[in-house]
């Protein structure tokens, strides 16, 4: 399973890459990639502070989406951590209509998480829910495979955003959180809500979209699945999107 889920995940990744030109631009629907510096203070297991960087990317395809950022931790030199998550459109790939209610689109979904002496593998099925307000509302489950224990567990995750605008300002709620089982026992609450402000606009000194600023509010319910472990840190925040 753990082989098979790998394959799959690079023969999505792969194909639109492998394509030649013209296919490829019919292919791809949409892309939006942005870079980030985050800096807080609270963090447990690890160093108190920590400064990151973030290099984030999303795109939209003929039969699916795809996800994928990684994390460098600045203050500790060759840290990393990453995360690809692709899904496939139930609805693009049948033609068939999976809405129902506030239920856009049916999805299979996938998430392959990798850092030092880490290695997971999830995968299940999402739904896309139509929410006014909202760019868009992503509900996930999947069944978590740790590749280093023989125990599977299982993991719910939302994902968010929403614009909104205060006079003339024009800002973004985004975030997600993961409550998971952990294969090890432990279930754990993630979450990281961000509230940016587009001072690109703001300011007049960038286009609408690009430039960003504001805070990240990083919580984290039984880290790493460590029962009694519990961290709270705001960051501050920076972004660029291309």
């Known amino acids: 399973m753990r082989t098979l889920f790998f394959l799959l995940l690079t023969l999505i ?3 639109p890459l492998l394509l030649p030109s013209s296919a490829h631009a019919q292919l791809l629907e949409w892309s939006s990639t942005n870079v980030q510096a985050l800096h807080g203070q609270g963090f447990k297991l690890t160093d108190d502070t920590q400064t990151t960087l973030t290099f984030e990317h ?3 395809w003929k039969y699916g989406d795809n996800f ?3 994390d460098y931790a600045i203050d500790r030199p060759g840290e990393w951590n990453f995360e690809y998550s692709p899904r496939l459109s139930l609805s693009k790939i049948t033609g068939a209509d999976f809405s129902c209610g506030i239920i856009q689109d049916v ?3 996938g998430t392959w998480e990798r850092a030092q002496g880490f290695d997971a593998r999830l995968y299940g099925i999402g739904v ?6 909202f760019n868009f509302v992503q509900v996930n489950g999947y069944v978590r495979d740790n590749t280093a224990v023989d ?3 299982l993991q719910t995750t939302v994902v968010w955003s929403r614009p909104f605008q205060v006079n003339d300002y024009k800002l973004t709620f985004d975030g997600y959180f993961d409550l998971a089982d952990y294969e090890e026992g432990d279930v754990n ?3 990281q809500p961000q509230l940016l402000l587009d001072i690109g606009d703001a ?3 960038a286009e609408e979209g690009h430039a960003f600023a504001g805070i990240e509010y990083r919580y984290w319910h039984n880290k790493f699945g460590i029962e009694g472990v519990t961290e709270s840190v705001p960051q501050i925040m920076v972004k660029w999107n291309f």
């Not at 896309?128 to 307000?133: A, C, S």
């Open 13 to 15: 990744f792969a194909r």
């Open 203 to 205: 300011l007049g000194i």
């Open 128 to 133: 896309d829910l139509r929410v006014p307000g």
């Open 68 to 70: 994928f950022y990684i």
């Open 58 to 60: 999303v795109n939209g």
């Open 151 to 153: 125990r599977r567990g």
């Open 107 to 109: 999805l299979l979904s």
């Open 189 to 191: 609450f993630f979450t």
